[in-house]
Antibody
Framework: EVQLVQSGAEVKKPGESLKISCKGSGYSFTSYWIGWVRQMPGKGLEWMGIIYPGDSDTRYSPSFQGQVTISADKSISTAYLQWSSLKASDTAMYYC?????????WGQGTLVTVSS | QSALTQPRSVSGSPGQSVTISCTGTSSDVGGYNYVSWYQQHPGKAPKLMIYDVSKRPSGVPDRFSGSKSGNTASLTISGLQAEDEADYYCCSYAGSPWVFGGGTKLTVL
């Protein structure tokens, strides 16, 4: 069974760093792109970027380029989304999803709250 | 990359049909057949309902169908049921990034 399991909810202060994770199982992790999607409170889905764990090829939405870093460790079948300096506006639910022409498997989401 | 344009809301009575549109450009919806649709219930992760414009994943009822004409894709839900009430998002490949629509809230009256 294909599963994407994300790390737990985080509460951080502005300016702090954060790295959240997405662990894949039940399939060949290196053979499928993994995307990250943001959903701010009460708002829609926003595509952030995508990584191919097989060779770490990474693409970003222009809106998120330079704001976050996407990475993967294929040895432990895990993709990451990280921030070096969080802002209050980063408060959102973040989803990872496996791509095979569409996003057919999704993680359960990681809620990130940034508040002073 | 601008979000794809969807109506903010649509509604229908049980048993009726509704169609949700998703308008992009020749750089996304019109340029590729990688259009997909997602259903999201409150507090839940999105669920794939349609992929490659008109294909249904296993387990998705055949009441859900997709199509595309030019730069506009559409999701049609026939025989509306109460459990169809949710937010729906379209998504398209756009040459390297992907782009989502702004989302449509479906209300079953």
């Amino acid at each position: 069974e294909v599963q994407l399991v994300q790390s737990g909810a985080e509460v951080k202060k502005p300016g702090e760093s954060l790295k959240i994770s997405c662990k894949g199982s039940g399939y060949s992790f290196t053979s499928y792109w993994i995307g990250w999607v943001r959903q701010m409170p009460g708002k829609g889905l926003e595509w952030m970027g995508i990584i191919y764990p097989g060779d770490s090829d990474t693409r970003y939405s222009p809106s998120f380029q330079g704001q976050v870093t996407i990475s993967a460790d294929k040895s432990i079948s895990t993709a990451y989304l990280q921030w070096s300096s969080l802002k209050a506006s980063d408060t959102a639910m973040y989803y990872c999803a496996r791509n095979s022409g569409s996003y057919n498997y999704w993680g359960q989401g990681t809620l990130v709250t940034v508040s002073s | 990359q601008s979000a794809l344009t969807q109506p903010r809301s649509v509604s229908g009575s049980p048993g009726q049909s509704v169609t949700i549109s998703c308008t992009g450009t020749s750089s996304d919806v019109g340029g590729y057949n990688y259009v997909s649709w997602y259903q999201q219930h409150p507090g839940k992760a999105p669920k794939l309902m349609i992929y490659d414009v008109s294909k249904r994943p296993s387990g998705v009822p055949d009441r859900f169908s997709g199509s595309k004409s030019g730069n506009t894709a559409s999701l049609t839900i026939s025989g509306l049921q109460a459990e169809d009430e949710a937010d729906y998002y379209c998504c398209s490949y756009a040459g390297s990034p992907w782009v989502f629509g702004g989302g449509t809230k479906l209300t079953v009256l």
